[in-house]
Structures are given as structure tokens and as C-alpha cells.
T-cell receptor, first 114, second 112 residues
Framework: DGGITQSPKYLFRKEGQNVTLSCEQN?????MYWYRQDPGQGLRLIYY???????QKGDIAEGYSVSREKKESFPLTVTSAQKNPTAFYLC?????????????FGSGTQLSVL | LAKTTQPISMDSYEGQEVNITCSHN???????ITWYQQFPSQGPRFIIQ???TKVTNEVASLFIPADRKSSTLSLPRVSLSDTAVYYC?????????????FGTGTRLQVTL
């Protein structure tokens, strides 16, 4: 059963704490993305990765960090520098072999601040 | 990067056809137009994708004029379950070197 798995579904962060959101895909996709969605708003790009050991900042990267040590995994760390982390976080991936590929999304992680 | 503009919201009655238009004036030659549907607390789901002219699948049609500066998603005979947010994504979908950014989406409300 192929797809993108995000965990946990719900996550709570205390003040000053770093938390890591997991994103795993078994679609053999090269590109992976992280988006943030605030209530009633659209998706904003945090980071994206084209290939293992390479990633680029999106539009709202401040306060976040990522790693891409394996093709199937792209974890997102929300650091204490992110002062307003409460949001719905979505991970996506895309194949890189065709010219009209599409994004596949996980089911999301809701992060809240205690 | 092609910026997209969509209506913030639309209302429809069940059984009607709904057309949602997306403007993308600075679309690039390699850009494709992809539409997604999102329900609350879920990831967006692919609906349809096109490059030019008309594309149709089992759930929707996509109309793209010759200049490609806009596109229209057409949902035939909507039902209550089509109430969702619809996003138009314009970007180079080839390879992996794509910074793919979404617009604000259109919130469709379907009622009886």
C-alpha cells in the first residue's frame, strides 16, 4: 500500500521546546515538500527537497529546520524560534521522472502549543 | 513563479454545475495547471491536471484557453460532499527542481 505517512496526527509543544514531525513515503519519489496551513488559510511552503542531502527554503522557513538523509524520509523540526507554531502541517512528495507529475499529500499533523 | 488568483468563496445548490476560475497571468512555458480538493483536517487530493485546451476525467473538466493565462475547473452536478476548498496550482511539474506554491484557494459551499 503506497503513500505518504505523517506522524503523529496530533502533537503538543511546550514553550521553548523543539518538536519533530515525521514524514515517510514509499512512492520512490525524489522531491518532498512541507507546507503549513493556518485555520481558514491556504498552504504556505516551508521547505522542499529535490534529492537526498539537499533542501531549499520555501516562503516561511524561519523557525523550522529539515533533513533529508534518506529518500523516503523528510522530517520537519519546529524549533523554539518559531513563536507561533500552532498550525496544520502537510507533507507532500512528487515523482521527478515525468513532465506532468503531481503532488501526493499525507494526512497532516496538527501542532498545538500548550 | 506563476502567482494564482481565485475567488475566495462560492456557493451552489446541489445538482448544479460549478465553475471555478483561476487567473495565472505570468504562467511559464513549462508550467502545468493542477487542481486539488481539500476537506477539513485532510491533505489536498488531486482532481485534474492540464497544459492546454480541455481535459476531462470522471469527476471534473478543466478548460484552458489558448493564452493559458487562466483556467476553469468545472464540477458537473455537485453534491453536498463536494463542499470543500479547491486549489489551483501552477508550476513546472517536471523533474524535482520545483518550488510549488499554492494560492489561497476557493471555498465551495454546496447546499440543498
Amino acid at each position: 500500500d503506497g503513500g505518504i505517512t505523517q506522524s503523529p496526527k496530533y502533537l503538543f509543544r511546550k514553550e521553548g521546546q523543539n518538536v519533530t514531525l515525521s514524514c515517510e513515503q514509499n512512492l520512490n519519489h525524489d522531491a518532498m515538500y512541507w507546507y503549513r496551513q493556518d485555520p481558514g488559510q491556504g498552504l504556505r511552503l516551508i521547505y522542499y527537497s529535490q534529492i537526498v542531502n539537499d533542501f531549499q527554503k520555501g516562503d516561511i522557513a524561519e523557525g523550522y529546520s529539515v533533513s533529508r538523509e534518506k529518500k523516503e524520509s523528510f522530517p520537519l523540526t519546529v524549533t523554539s524560534a518559531q513563536k507561533n507554531p500552532t498550525a496544520f502541517y502537510l507533507c507532500a512528495s512528487k515523482d521527478g521522472r515525468g513532465k506532468n507529475e503531481k503532488l501526493f499529500f499525507g494526512s497532516g499533523t496538527q501542532l498545538s502549543v500548550l | 513563479l506563476a502567482k494564482t488568483t481565485q475567488p475566495i468563496s462560492m456557493d451552489s445548490y446541489e445538482g448544479q454545475e460549478v465553475n471555478i476560475t483561476c487567473s495565472h497571468n505570468n504562467i511559464a512555458t513549462n508550467d502545468y495547471i493542477t487542481w486539488y480538493q481539500q476537506f477539513p483536517s485532510q491533505g489536498p487530493r488531486f482532481i485534474i491536471q492540464g497544459y492546454k485546451t480541455k481535459v476531462t476525467n470522471e469527476v471534473a473538466s478543466l478548460f484552458i484557453p489558448a493564452d493559458r493565462k487562466s483556467s476553469t475547473l468545472s464540477l458537473p452536478r455537485v453534491s453536498l460532499s463536494d463542499t470543500a476548498v479547491y486549489y489551483c496550482l501552477v508550476g513546472d511539474m517536471a523533474g524535482t527542481a520545483s518550488k510549488l506554491t499554492f494560492g489561497t484557494g476557493t471555498r465551495l459551499q454546496v447546499t440543498l
